[in-house]
């Protein structure tokens, strides 16, 4: 048994492709805002900085509504879709600043935001892909099915709480995918790395040294070319002459600076 319909595989390609391709132009123009080129600027309410994760939790909302009230078939249903992904994308690229409460778009944790639009776009892929693991087979013990299915569950909740994010995802969707997450070391700054992994541990010292390492490798400066270089990268010393007052740094510029992530 397919976990996803015919139709809705027809929908689920439509909303993935519009959820990314909304991704990467909101990143594109972001990354001009940030460097002053083109027309585009930060949308703003007098004083207030209107982020772009507020029109897109409203066209998730109205998406929704619509969906559930009108249950649209055909194109309708794909064009809801496709308005929902909109909504979908423009709030996760922000994720990172309504999971700390704090708007850290351009500082280290806004990395976060494009790790979860990788999760949800790679989520989408499996769920295209993927059969329904958790249709009980004809003869199958109930019981059975239901213990694989809580399970598979716990192993896709550990392998979230050591930082493996995908892995867990994954993991419910394609069974027993999340014990190679359990099975990993667990990232620095993780739930389980500061809950298991005590100061002066050989775990603690290796997924800290990992983690340094993971910093030069090549994904990361692939993630500076989508989500930007963060703002503390960014700065420089600045000599300044004796008896001058200091100048802004580089990126100290409106909009462009640790905090501002330009909508």
Request: aromatic share 10%.
């Amino acid at each position: 048994m397919d976990i996803v319909t015919a139709d809705g595989r027809v929908t689920l390609l439509w909303m993935l492709g519009t959820f990314v391709a909304t991704f990467g132009i909101t990143r594109g123009i972001v990354l001009l805002i940030r460097s002053g080129r083109g027309p585009f600027r930060n949308v703003a309410v007098g004083s207030v900085h209107v982020h772009h994760l507020v029109p897109g939790i409203f066209l998730m909302l109205i998406a929704s509504a619509l969906e559930f009230t009108l249950v649209p078939d055909g194109t309708w249903r794909i064009v809801l879709a496709c308005v929902f992904a909109v909504g979908a994308a423009l709030t996760l690229d922000e994720f990172a600043l309504w999971l700390h409460l704090d708007d850290v778009y351009w500082a280290e944790e806004g990395r976060k935001s494009v790790d979860a639009v990788v999760y949800a776009a790679g989520t989408g892929l499996l769920l295209l892909a993927a059969s329904n693991p958790f249709a009980a087979q004809q003869g199958e013990s109930r019981i059975f099915w239901a213990a694989s299915i809580c399970l598979n569950l716990c192993l896709a909740l550990v392998a979230v709480l050591k930082g493996r994010y995908f892995l867990g995802v994954a993991g419910v969707v394609i069974p027993f995918l999340a014990l190679f997450g359990v099975l990993r070391l667990g990232h620095a700054g993780s739930p389980w790395f500061r809950w298991f992994y005590k100061p002066g541990s050989a775990k603690r010292a290796r997924a800290e040294r990992r983690a340094r390492e993971r910093r030069r490798r090549r994904s990361e400066r692939m993630k500076n070319a989508i989500a930007g270089t963060p703002a503390a990268e960014r700065r420089t010393p600045r000599r300044t002459p004796p008896g001058s007052a200091p100048g802004p740094g580089p990126g100290a510029s409106s909009g462009t600076g640790a905090s501002g992530g330009p909508h």
